[in-house]
């Protein structure tokens, strides 16, 4: 039977190519210049722009990125597909695609004031593809904190375990900033022992569960609240003490998202990613250990259920999807991620210390949410999984169960194992949500206006000002997610919100392309045009199944919908994918225009009938 280390050595190979080789290049390509002053330093205000350490930045960017996705897509695609094509699309497509991606993205942002990719693409082909890709943007981050909140409900419901080590890596966090901005204190005493506080949390929520409702628990666990919580909203489709936690995880990330970054995201990202480091970096260790000595407590060899390649539609029990193009949608984040491109092009970018610090932390960062990818995979591969078309719902434990199973390569028993990797994906949920709404607050600003550098905290009767308010807009963005989680219709939309991520990224990629263009006749756009391109193509494909043979053909033709409310969520996907296709058309034809222009001049029109 064939070894999971060779998922595992199959992406170091390549992804260590890409970083000594490519980015190397890349870096020269955009002419990084350690000594140009970074956005960070221009509009340093201590709220948003604060120039960061490399280790920090690097912590907070990658526990930013990194969220449910390359966890859910990897082991949903190897399910269906087969282990080889999940496998050979996040070794290949990661380091070409994802991280050139999220390093341009980080890099033209630097180049516009710390600006998003909205207001990049504005700059060039004008106002109206400025606001179609930030309006685009904003309503991408209300799918994102509404099944990134989801899922974080999910796992607290799962591992009540979870749920206190959470709390307590949160307050160790805000200890963090305070003694690094406001006490100055040491920075390497002080990692060294905020960091074991967080390990220490690790401990305290095995021994101290919390749960909001009863339910099917540890013994020991802490139930907050009486009864089930069957009054909560949503509770008759998630259950009381899932539906109970999203609202308490939205407000979170709401009042995160309007403190400084100094307070919370910056010190609580650093803390998490040693969390993060050690999961992933763990996980791989483990794996390379249990294959040479035999340790673990199961063979490290990918289980009978998981088959290397299913055929070009895969599993019967996932519905017969063809593999070109919904593999490369299903995989979204562990190779490429439009919602990447916010992040390095919101926070990131206004907080990179020296332009050079792009490298590591835009491309390097993307390659370590592809090594999450790539450990996700090898759970599922070292698991099995019973249920394919299962979704978030079965892959979320397979990933617990299965990096248990990898942990006791080094002496740690299975149910510890699978609680501390169910923190793992936790970890890079809470920070994800909280950024996704500080971001969908950037939009917001340079879609109503805000000059650089300065913040308004939206609390007046101003309508422009409470929709950019840093108090005001995360209430707008929270109430509609939530909205949408506990009316079900977050089912109906999870195609959609995968479709809509990768369409961003070839946006992201198309505004990329567009830069580079304007900057200089003689860059190369082949780096940038060719992924966006291919992510165009392979949105559109996707996009264009789900709206003409989901839902017009199986669902309203051939009755698949039985109920009015069916055809009604049918009619809903097939409006939103329509204007998805017609913006991701509008915005490519916009930039197109623009390159064609300023590569091979104007080209002059034809006479008007009234011109003479």
């Known amino acids: ?45 201590g709220q948003e722009y604060v120039p960061s350490k490399k280790p920090v930045l690097l912590g907070h960017h990658y526990s930013s990125i990194a969220g449910g996705a390359p966890i859910v897509g990897p082991i949903t695609a190897g399910a269906i597909w087969g282990w080889v094509p999940a496998l050979l699309w996040i070794a290949l497509g990661n380091p070409l695609m994802g991280a050139v991606h999220d390093f341009v993205s980080l890099s033209g942002s630097l180049r516009h004031e710390g600006k998003s990719i909205g207001y990049m693409i504005g700059e060039y082909v004008g106002k109206s593809g400025k606001n179609m890709l930030l309006w685009f943007a904003f309503l991408t981050i209300m799918l994102v904190v509404a099944v990134f909140a989801l899922v974080v409900g999910i796992v607290f419901n799962a591992y009540p375990q979870v749920v206190t080590a959470s709390l307590l890596y949160i307050g160790l966090a805000l200890v963090f900033g305070v003694y690094l901005y406001q006490f100055n204190g040491p920075f390497i005493p002080g990692t060294i022992l905020f960091v074991a506080g967080v390990f220490a949390a690790v401990w305290v929520g095995l021994e101290y569960p919390l749960a909001l409702f009863a339910g099917d628990y540890p013994a020991e666990t802490i139930v907050l609240l009486g009864g089930t919580g069957d009054w909560v909203p949503g509770a008759a489709a998630l259950g009381g003490n899932t539906a109970g ?6 407000v979170y990330a709401a009042i995160a998202s309007a403190l400084p970054v100094w307070v919370l995201l910056q010190p609580r ?15 791989i260790v483990a794996i390379i250990v249990g294959t040479i000595l035999g340790t673990s407590s199961s063979p490290l060899v990918i289980d009978s259920s998981i088959g290397a390649f299913e055929g070009f539609w895969g599993v019967e029990a996932a519905g017969l999807a063809p593999l070109f193009p919904l593999l490369f949608i299903t995989i979204a984040c562990g190779t490429i991620s439009g919602f990447h491109s916010l992040v390095s092009s919101g926070t990131t970018a206004k907080q990179l210390n020296n332009e050079t610090d792009a490298r590591l932390i835009g491309y390097g960062g993307m390659l370590g949410e592809g090594l999450l990818a790539a450990v996700a995979l090898s759970t599922l591969a070292v698991a099995g999984f019973a249920d394919p078309a299962g979704g978030i719902g079965a892959a979320l434990p397979n990933f617990a169960e299965g990096g248990g199973i ?6 740690i028993s299975e149910t510890v194992g699978a609680v501390f990797m169910a923190l793992v994906l936790c970890s890079f949920l809470l920070t994800s949500t909280d ?7 950037y939009m917001m600003e340079e879609l109503v206006g805000t000059p650089a550098g300065r913040t308004d905290t939206g609390l007046n009767l101003d309508p422009r000002s409470i929709a950019r308010g840093r108090y005001t807009n995360p209430v707008v963005q929270i109430i509609p997610a939530y909205l949408l989680v506990v009316s079900g219709q977050w089912v109906v939309l999870w195609q959609l919100f995968g479709g809509a991520n990768q369409l961003l990224a070839a946006l992201a990629l198309l505004t990329a392309t567009v830069w580079l263009a304007n900057w200089d ?16 193509t392979i949105t559109i494909l ?3 199944i789900l709206v003409f043979y989901e839902n017009l053909y199986l669902n309203l033709i051939q009755g698949g919908a039985e109920t009015t409310g069916a055809m009604i969520s049918s009619g809903v996907q097939m409006a939103l994918g329509l204007v998805l296709i017609g913006l991701a058309l509008a915005l490519v034809r916009l930039g197109y225009k623009n390159i064609r222009t300023v590569r091979r001049g104007p080209e002059t029109p034809a006479a008007e009938p009234g011109d003479d």
């Open 435 to 441: 950024t996704a709404v500080r971001l969908g607050r």
């Open 542 to 544: 996707g996009l264009s």
């Open 406 to 411: 990898i942990l006791t390569s080094l002496g």
């Open 269 to 283: 990202d650093y803390l998490s990613s040693f969390l993060l480091y050690t999961g992933v970096g763990g996980a």
């Open 245 to 250: 936690w999203i609202p308490l995880v939205m």
């Open 1 to 45: 039977m064939t070894q999971i280390i060779w998922i595992i050595a199959a992406v170091l190979v390549t992804f260590t190519v890409g970083y000594v080789g490519y980015s190397r290049y890349l870096t020269q390509f955009v002419e990084l210049d350690e000594n140009a002053e970074t956005p960070a330093h221009k509009y340093e205000d």
């Open 521 to 536: 006749d003689n860059k190369q756009l082949i780096s940038t045009g060719v992924p966006m391109a291919i992510m165009v």
